[in-house]
């Protein structure tokens, strides 16, 4: 897809660009400025500066994005998130036809992919049980020695292949795991020794130890693992969540864990995504850890979503076509 844009439009004749700077380093922020010297931008460290900057913008990059702002603003002709999912911004309303929409896509998988492994490896050597036995000075050894288990030779169902959910696929399957697959269209892809669709996977669950969501929110997503598909599993299953929380129904999960019918659960978000502090079952089951929504950001964060905006901006003032262009239909 390309811009339609021709000429600047504001009064100094430059083209003007919102950044929210709460998204990226300031250091990040300050080589943008450099990088486009005809560029007009303005850096807001609000919600609320943002959205007067949108009003006045061609422009808008970043996290916080202000829907009001965005589809009343008129000069519009483009917004990059600074986040792969969108459906935060597009379950506010309509999304206008005017404004180009991209996304953040490759700037995630490394550290998402790395905390899925993280936490399948803490439950297989009960590393989350030595942890937390350190803390209370307890011998633990003959319950860790009885009950862990080898990674190798298991099989894991990731649903949705894009740059996280390939990553995942790739290093789950460099420590000997058997990875199925789940994508839209089934295409070979790296790490998978199967891929199937999204209309199919039930058959398979039934072989599924680990079985791990990093699919977005969308329409067709929404419960997509509710109790059937959580009780098609293997008892003793685990389950994991680096996408949207509420693509594993909330309460189906809550009770498959309490029941024991899965063995346990890595949860980066959660339906809801605000846990209740008191009387929650993930607090304190065992063999549930939580991530609280911080897979995605890493120290190279910052650089690596600057690159995708760079280069989309790039493309933008020489009319060309721009990358991780979102459908807002499909909402991704």
Known sequence: MTSDRQVPTSDDGLLTVAVDAGAIDEADASALVREFSDVRFTLA?????????????????GKRLPYDAIVDAPRLKWVQTGTAGVDALLSRGRWPNRILLTNARGAHGTPMSEQVIAMMLAFSTRLHVLLRAQAEQANVARVVTRTKW???????????????????????????????????????????????????????????????????????TRGLIGE????????????????????????????????????????????????????????????????????????????????????????????????NVVDPERGY
């Open 45 to 61: 460290h609000d919600v609320d500066e943002l959205a007067n900057a949108t009003r006045d913008a061609e422009v808008v990059f």
């Open 228 to 323: 059937p598909e959580v009780r098609a599993l293997r008892r003793g299953a685990y389950v994991y969540n680096v996408g949207r929380g509420a693509v594993i129904d909330g309460a189906a999960l809550r009770r498959a864990l309490a029941d024991g019918h899965l063995g346990g659960a890595g949860l980066d978000c959660v339906e809801p995504a605000d846990i209740p502090t008191h009387g929650d079952l993930l607090w304190s089951h065992p063999e549930v850890i939580l991530g609280q929504h911080t897979s995605g950001h890493s120290p190279g964060n910052s650089k690596l979503i600057c690159a995708i905006f760079s280069e989309n901006l790039r493309r933008f003032i020489a009319g060309q076509p721009l990358r």
């Open 150 to 220: 080898d990674l190798a030779g298991q099989c894991a169902m990731v649903l949705g292949l894009g740059d996280i959910g390939e990553a995942v696929a790739v290093r789950a399957s460099a420590l000997g795991v058997q990875v199925i697959g789940v994508r839209r269209s089934p295409v070979p892809t790296a790490g998978c020794s199967m891929v199937v669709g999204q209309d199919s996977f039930r058959t398979y669950l039934s072989e599924v130890d680990h079985l791990i969501s990093c699919l977005p929110l969308t329409a067709e």
